[in-house]
C-alpha cells in the first residue's frame, strides 16, 4: 500500500503537461549548454546540471517543502492530517518526498545528464558530485519541514507570512555559491580530529549525510508531537553533542566543551526566541511535577532548558586559559548571562497579555548589554559599564575586574532576573486566586 | 447503557483564560448529544481536547475505553472529527479527497472503492465525485468534509457547527444523516448555536456555560407512571369553571391555569391520562387539546440557564 500522504502530493504535483513540460524544458537548456562556447560539450553539460539541480531541487524544492506544512495551516486541513491514523514517520517522509516530488524528477533528469557528462569528461568525481547534491536537496527539503513544524505549534503570524522557509531558501543561496560550481572547491584535504580526509568533496559528502539524517530525524520527532505523539526531550542535547563534535574536530587547538559551550548556548538562543514559554506551558510543568509525572514534565519540557543545562555543563569542562583569564570561570559566567536571558523572556513572557513577549525581551536585552555599558562607557563611568555588562571585560581585555569578579557580577544579573520571573509567578497566582478572568471559545 | 466517552476533571487555559474548568462528564454510546452553549463557553476546546487536538492542562478523557492523552493515533481510528473551519483539498475531486481520507485512515485498498461509493451515495454526492472540491458550493464541500469524517466508520463522531452556512434543504439532509449514523450504532456529539436544528435529531443534551457543564441529560423519555409530566389543555372556548376544577383534580399540580387554557403538571400514567380526560368530557368542557408538551431543546437549555443563574445569585 503505497504512503497515502506521498500518493496525495504526487496527486497535486503532477499532471501530463507538468510531465511532458518539465523534461521538454530541460532538454532545451541541455542542448543549448551542449552547443554553447569554446569548452567541451561534456563540461558545459556537467556544469548546466549542476546549476539546474540547485534551482530546481534545492531552492524551488525547499519552497515546496516549506507549503507541505504551512498550506496545511493555512488551508485549515492540518486537523484533519492530525486526526489520520497515520503513523509520524510516514507522514514525513509523505510529506518531504511528496511535496518535492515533482522537484525531483526534474532533479533526477539533471542528474542523469550529469553523471552522462560526468563519465564522457572522465571525471572521477561525479558520483560524489551527484550523491553530494541528492544529500543537501533532503537536507534542506528536510530542515525547512522541521523549522515550520518547529514554529507552527505556537508562532501563528508567523505561518501566516509564510513560514520559516525563507532562512532555508537563504541557506540554500549559500550552498549554491559553492556546490553550483564544484570547480571551484579544492581538492585538497581535510584534517578532522586527527584524521586526514583525502578528498574535501569526500569530506562535503560525510557532513551533508550526517546533517541529512539529522534533520530527517528532526522533521520526524517534530512530526511525532505535532500529531501528539509526545516524545521526551534528549534528541535536542544529543544534536548539540553532535554538532560539537563535528565542529571541534577542526581544530586541534579549542577544546571540545568550549565549541559545545557556545553551540549549546547558540542553540538555547535559537529555542528561547522561537519557543513559546507562556505561563500556561509553566504551569502545565508545575502540575505535572507536583503530580510526579515525570514523563508528562519531560514531555511539555520547552527545549532550550536542555541546552541551558549543557551549557553549565560544559562551562566547567573548559580547561583552557586565554588573555580574558581562567576558561571555565569566563564560560561560567557566561552560562549566567544566559540564564539571565533566558529569565528575562520568562519575564515578559509570563506577563499578563503579553503581546510579542520576544521582541521585547531581545529589545532590552540590548539595551542592557550593549546600549547602556557603550552610553557608561562614553561618559567614563566604566565601572557601571562594566557592572552592565560584564562580557566587556572578556572582549575588549579591559584593565580592571577579574574571572571572579566577573562571575560575581553574571550571579548578580542572574539573581535578580530569577527574582523578577519568582514576582511574575507570584503575581500571577495571586490574581488566580481572585475573580475567573474570563471564558475562551 | 455504557458511556462512550468519559471526562474526568478536565480543565484547559488559554493565556489568561480558563475554557474547561473541572469538567466532567459522559456521553452515552450510541447517543446523538447535542453541546450547546454561549460563544466562548468551552464548546469548541472540549471537542478539540475529546479529538486529541488539544493537552488539557488536567484531566483525562477516554473514549472507547482508550486514553485519548496517551493513546491519540489509536483513538483518531475510532473517531471522526469536522471542525468549526474545516478545509479541503481545493484541487483534488471529491472521489481523491474520500480516498485520501479513506487511506489515511488505515483502510485497506481493496476496501477504499467500496468506502467511496457507499459514503457518497449516503451524502448523495456520487454524481460530484470528479468534480474538484473547491468547484463545489459550501453545503457540497460540507458533505465532502463530512464524508471524510466517517467514511472510516468511526465509532464517535465529533462535529464542530456542522450546519453552519447551509440552506434549509442542507440542513434537514444532514439531520436525516445523523439519524441514519445514529441508527448504524455511531455516537455524535454535535456543537451547535442553532438549537431548533439540534432538535431534530439530538437525543441528549449538554449544555456548558463559562466552561462548565451545565446539564447534560437525555432528552426524550418514556414516562413513567410516578413521573410528573407537563400537559396542555385546551378548550373551544372559555369555562369559568376550570381552574376549580383541575385543582380539585387528584395527581393534578395547576401550572398555569386560564378559563381556556391550562399547562398542568400530571403525576400518572397514560390510563391515568385517559380517565382524566374523560372526567373532563364528562364535565362537559368543550376539549379540542390534551396532551402532554414535550419541552424544545431551546426551552430546555433555557430553562437550564435560568436555573444556573438563580443558583448562581
Same mark, same amino acid.
Given at each position: 500500500m503505497i504512503n497515502p500522504e506521498f500518493r496525495r502530493n504526487l496527486w497535486l504535483s503532477f499532471?501530463?503537461?507538468?510531465?511532458?513540460?518539465?523534461?521538454?524544458?530541460?532538454?532545451?537548456?541541455?542542448?543549448?549548454?551542449?552547443?554553447?562556447?569554446?569548452?567541451?560539450?561534456?563540461?558545459?553539460?556537467?556544469?548546466?546540471?549542476?546549476?539546474?539541480?540547485?534551482?530546481?531541487?534545492?531552492?524551488?524544492g525547499s519552497i515546496n517543502a516549506n507549503s507541505a506544512i504551512i498550506e496545511e495551516l493555512r488551508d485549515k486541513t492540518w486537523d484533519q492530517q492530525c486526526m489520520s491514523a497515520l503513523d509520524p514517520w510516514t507522514m514525513t517522509w509523505g510529506k518531504l518526498f511528496g511535496a518535492t516530488s515533482f522537484n525531483w524528477y526534474g532533479g533526477a533528469?539533471?542528474?542523469?545528464?550529469?553523471?552522462?557528462?560526468?563519465?564522457?569528461?572522465?571525471?572521477?568525481?561525479?558520483?560524489?558530485?551527484?550523491?553530494?547534491?541528492?544529500?543537501?536537496?533532503?537536507?534542506?527539503?528536510?530542515?525547512?519541514?522541521?523549522?515550520?513544524?518547529?514554529?507552527?505549534?505556537?508562532?501563528?503570524?508567523?505561518?501566516?507570512?509564510?513560514?520559516?522557509?525563507?532562512?532555508?531558501?537563504?541557506?540554500?543561496?549559500l550552498l549554491f555559491q559553492t556546490l553550483a560550481f564544484p570547480f571551484l572547491i579544492s581538492s585538497s584535504s581535510v584534517l578532522w580530529w586527527g584524521m586526514t580526509i583525502g578528498s574535501q568533496k569526500v569530506f562535503m559528502l560525510g557532513s551533508a549525510l550526517l546533517f541529512m539524517v539529522c534533520a530527517i530525524f528532526a522533521a520526524w520527532r517534530l512530526m511525532s508531537n505535532a500529531l501528539q505523539v509526545r516524545t521526551l526531550p534528549w534528541a535536542w542535547p544529543l544534536f548539540v553533542l553532535i554538532l560539537s563534535a563535528y565542529y571541534?574536530?577542526?581544530?586541534?587547538?579549542?577544546?571540545?566543551?568550549?565549541?559545545?559551550?557556545?553551540?549549546?548556548?547558540?542553540?538555547?538562543?535559537?529555542?528561547?526566541?522561537?519557543?513559546?514559554?507562556?505561563?500556561?506551558?509553566w504551569n502545565k510543568l508545575r502540575l505535572r511535577w507536583q503530580a510526579k509525572n515525570w514523563r508528562g514534565f519531560l514531555a511539555d519540557l520547552p527545549l532550550w532548558p536542555t541546552t541551558l543545562l549543557l551549557a553549565f555543563l560544559f562551562a566547567p569542562m573548559a580547561d583552557f586559559t586565554s588573555r580574558a583569564g581562567d576558561g571555565a570561570t569566563m564560560l561560567f559566567a557566561m552560562a549566567l548571562l544566559l540564564l539571565r536571558d533566558a529569565c528575562i523572556i520568562l519575564f515578559f513572557s509570563f506577563a499578563p497579555n503579553a503581546r510579542r513577549p520576544v521582541v521585547v525581551a531581545v529589545l532590552y536585552i540590548i539595551v542592557l548589554d550593549f546600549l547602556l555599558p557603550f552610553l557608561f562607557k562614553s561618559l567614563g563611568l566604566q565601572a557601571i559599564a562594566y557592572f552592565l555588562n560584564p562580557g566587556s571585560r572578556m572582549f575588549f581585555s579591559e584593565t580592571y575586574g577579574s574571572d571572579?569578579?566577573?562571575?560575581?557580577?553574571?550571579?548578580?544579573?542572574?539573581?535578580?532576573?530569577?527574582?523578577?520571573?519568582?514576582?511574575?509567578?507570584?503575581?500571577?497566582?495571586?490574581?488566580?486566586?481572585?475573580?475567573?478572568?474570563?471564558?475562551?471559545? | 447503557?455504557?458511556?462512550?466517552?468519559?471526562?474526568?476533571?478536565?480543565?484547559?487555559?488559554?493565556?489568561?483564560?480558563?475554557?474547561?474548568?473541572?469538567?466532567?462528564?459522559? $456521553?452515552?454510546?450510541?447517543?446523538?448529544?447535542?453541546?450547546?452553549?454561549?460563544?466562548?463557553?468551552?464548546k469548541t476546546t472540549l471537542l478539540r481536547c475529546i479529538a486529541g487536538l488539544e493537552t488539557p492542562l488536567a484531566g483525562s478523557i477516554e473514549v472507547a475505553g482508550m486514553d485519548v492523552i496517551e493513546q491519540p493515533r489509536a483513538v483518531h481510528r475510532r473517531m471522526g472529527y469536522l471542525s468549526d473551519f474545516f478545509g479541503l483539498y481545493q484541487e483534488l475531486t471529491v472521489a481523491r479527497c474520500l480516498e485520501y481520507a479513506a487511506a489515511s485512515q488505515g483502510l485497506p485498498d481493496a476496501a477504499i472503492a467500496q468506502a467511496i461509493r457507499d459514503t457518497a451515495q449516503r451524502l448523495h454526492l456520487s454524481d460530484r465525485l470528479a468534480q474538484t472540491s473547491g468547484s463545489l458550493s459550501r453545503g457540497l464541500r460540507q458533505r465532502v468534509a463530512i464524508g471524510q469524517a466517517i467514511i472510516h466508520q468511526p465509532m464517535v463522531l465529533l462535529l464542530d457547527e456542522p450546519a453552519s452556512g447551509l440552506d434549509p434543504e442542507a440542513r434537514s439532509e444532514l439531520a436525516i444523516?445523523?439519524?441514519?449514523?445514529?441508527?448504524?450504532?455511531?455516537?455524535?456529539? $454535535?456543537?451547535?448555536?442553532?438549537?431548533?436544528?439540534?432538535?431534530?435529531?439530538?437525543?441528549?443534551?449538554?449544555?456548558?456555560?463559562?466552561?462548565? $457543564?451545565?446539564?447534560?441529560?437525555?432528552?426524550?423519555?418514556?414516562?413513567?407512571?410516578?413521573? $410528573?409530566?407537563?400537559?396542555?389543555?385546551?378548550?373551544?372556548?372559555?369555562?369559568?369553571?376550570?381552574?376549580?376544577?383541575?385543582?380539585?383534580?387528584?395527581?393534578?399540580?395547576?401550572?398555569?391555569?386560564?378559563?381556556?387554557?391550562?399547562?398542568?403538571?400530571?403525576?400518572?400514567?397514560?390510563?391515568a391520562q385517559a380517565a382524566l380526560l374523560a372526567a373532563l368530557v364528562q364535565t362537559g368542557f368543550a376539549v379540542i387539546r390534551f396532551a402532554e408538551h414535550q419541552e424544545n431543546l431551546q426551552q430546555s437549555y433555557l430553562r437550564s440557564v435560568a436555573a444556573h443563574l438563580e443558583k448562581t445569585q
Amino acid at each position: 500500500m503505497i504512503n497515502p500522504e506521498f500518493r496525495r502530493n504526487l496527486w497535486l504535483s503532477f499532471s501530463m503537461h507538468r510531465l511532458i513540460a518539465m523534461p521538454a524544458l530541460l532538454g532545451l537548456v541541455f542542448l543549448t549548454a551542449a552547443f554553447y562556447g569554446s569548452a567541451s560539450s561534456a563540461r558545459n553539460l556537467y556544469s548546466t546540471a549542476t546549476v539546474l539541480f540547485t534551482l530546481i531541487v534545492c531552492l524551488w524544492g525547499s519552497i515546496n517543502a516549506n507549503s507541505a506544512i504551512i498550506e496545511e495551516l493555512r488551508d485549515k486541513t492540518w486537523d484533519q492530517q492530525c486526526m489520520s491514523a497515520l503513523d509520524p514517520w510516514t507522514m514525513t517522509w509523505g510529506k518531504l518526498f511528496g511535496a518535492t516530488s515533482f522537484n525531483w524528477y526534474g532533479g533526477a533528469i539533471c542528474l542523469v545528464v550529469l553523471a552522462l557528462s560526468g563519465i564522457t569528461a572522465n571525471r572521477s568525481d561525479w558520483l560524489l558530485d551527484l550523491l553530494n547534491l541528492i544529500a543537501i536537496g533532503i537536507l534542506l527539503h528536510a530542515t525547512v519541514i522541521a523549522l515550520n513544524l518547529h514554529t507552527a505549534r505556537f508562532e501563528t503570524n508567523l505561518i501566516r507570512r509564510g513560514g520559516m522557509g525563507w532562512i532555508v531558501i537563504v541557506f540554500a543561496y549559500l550552498l549554491f555559491q559553492t556546490l553550483a560550481f564544484p570547480f571551484l572547491i579544492s581538492s585538497s584535504s581535510v584534517l578532522w580530529w586527527g584524521m586526514t580526509i583525502g578528498s574535501q568533496k569526500v569530506f562535503m559528502l560525510g557532513s551533508a549525510l550526517l546533517f541529512m539524517v539529522c534533520a530527517i530525524f528532526a522533521a520526524w520527532r517534530l512530526m511525532s508531537n505535532a500529531l501528539q505523539v509526545r516524545t521526551l526531550p534528549w534528541a535536542w542535547p544529543l544534536f548539540v553533542l553532535i554538532l560539537s563534535a563535528y565542529y571541534a574536530g577542526f581544530s586541534s587547538k579549542t577544546p571540545f566543551s568550549f565549541v559545545g559551550f557556545f553551540i549549546a548556548a547558540a542553540l538555547s538562543y535559537a529555542t528561547l526566541l522561537t519557543e513559546s514559554n507562556s505561563l500556561l506551558i509553566w504551569n502545565k510543568l508545575r502540575l505535572r511535577w507536583q503530580a510526579k509525572n515525570w514523563r508528562g514534565f519531560l514531555a511539555d519540557l520547552p527545549l532550550w532548558p536542555t541546552t541551558l543545562l549543557l551549557a553549565f555543563l560544559f562551562a566547567p569542562m573548559a580547561d583552557f586559559t586565554s588573555r580574558a583569564g581562567d576558561g571555565a570561570t569566563m564560560l561560567f559566567a557566561m552560562a549566567l548571562l544566559l540564564l539571565r536571558d533566558a529569565c528575562i523572556i520568562l519575564f515578559f513572557s509570563f506577563a499578563p497579555n503579553a503581546r510579542r513577549p520576544v521582541v521585547v525581551a531581545v529589545l532590552y536585552i540590548i539595551v542592557l548589554d550593549f546600549l547602556l555599558p557603550f552610553l557608561f562607557k562614553s561618559l567614563g563611568l566604566q565601572a557601571i559599564a562594566y557592572f552592565l555588562n560584564p562580557g566587556s571585560r572578556m572582549f575588549f581585555s579591559e584593565t580592571y575586574g577579574s574571572d571572579r569578579v566577573d562571575l560575581l557580577i553574571a550571579g548578580i544579573h542572574a539573581a535578580v532576573a530569577l527574582g523578577f520571573v519568582a514576582w511574575r509567578i507570584h503575581e500571577s497566582k495571586r490574581r488566580e486566586a481572585g475573580p475567573q478572568p474570563g471564558i475562551a471559545a | 447503557m455504557a458511556a462512550m466517552i468519559r471526562i474526568s476533571r478536565l480543565t484547559f487555559n488559554y493565556p489568561g483564560l480558563r475554557a474547561l474548568d473541572d469538567v466532567s462528564l459522559e $456521553v452515552e454510546a450510541g447517543s446523538v448529544t447535542a453541546l450547546v452553549g454561549p460563544n466562548g463557553a468551552g464548546k469548541t476546546t472540549l471537542l478539540r481536547c475529546i479529538a486529541g487536538l488539544e493537552t488539557p492542562l488536567a484531566g483525562s478523557i477516554e473514549v472507547a475505553g482508550m486514553d485519548v492523552i496517551e493513546q491519540p493515533r489509536a483513538v483518531h481510528r475510532r473517531m471522526g472529527y469536522l471542525s468549526d473551519f474545516f478545509g479541503l483539498y481545493q484541487e483534488l475531486t471529491v472521489a481523491r479527497c474520500l480516498e485520501y481520507a479513506a487511506a489515511s485512515q488505515g483502510l485497506p485498498d481493496a476496501a477504499i472503492a467500496q468506502a467511496i461509493r457507499d459514503t457518497a451515495q449516503r451524502l448523495h454526492l456520487s454524481d460530484r465525485l470528479a468534480q474538484t472540491s473547491g468547484s463545489l458550493s459550501r453545503g457540497l464541500r460540507q458533505r465532502v468534509a463530512i464524508g471524510q469524517a466517517i467514511i472510516h466508520q468511526p465509532m464517535v463522531l465529533l462535529l464542530d457547527e456542522p450546519a453552519s452556512g447551509l440552506d434549509p434543504e442542507a440542513r434537514s439532509e444532514l439531520a436525516i444523516l445523523f439519524r441514519q449514523l445514529q441508527a448504524s450504532g455511531m455516537t455524535l456529539l $454535535v456543537s451547535s448555536h442553532i438549537l431548533a436544528e439540534l432538535d431534530e435529531y439530538s437525543t441528549h443534551l449538554l449544555a456548558l456555560r463559562d466552561g462548565r $457543564v451545565l446539564e447534560n441529560r437525555a432528552l426524550q423519555t418514556i414516562a413513567s407512571a410516578d413521573e $410528573v409530566r407537563i400537559l396542555h389543555l385546551q378548550l373551544a372556548a372559555p369555562d369559568a369553571r376550570l381552574p376549580d376544577w383541575l385543582s380539585g383534580q387528584a395527581g393534578v399540580i395547576c401550572k398555569a391555569v386560564e378559563s381556556d387554557f391550562a399547562e398542568i403538571g400530571f403525576h400518572g400514567g397514560a390510563n391515568a391520562q385517559a380517565a382524566l380526560l374523560a372526567a373532563l368530557v364528562q364535565t362537559g368542557f368543550a376539549v379540542i387539546r390534551f396532551a402532554e408538551h414535550q419541552e424544545n431543546l431551546q426551552q430546555s437549555y433555557l430553562r437550564s440557564v435560568a436555573a444556573h443563574l438563580e443558583k448562581t445569585q
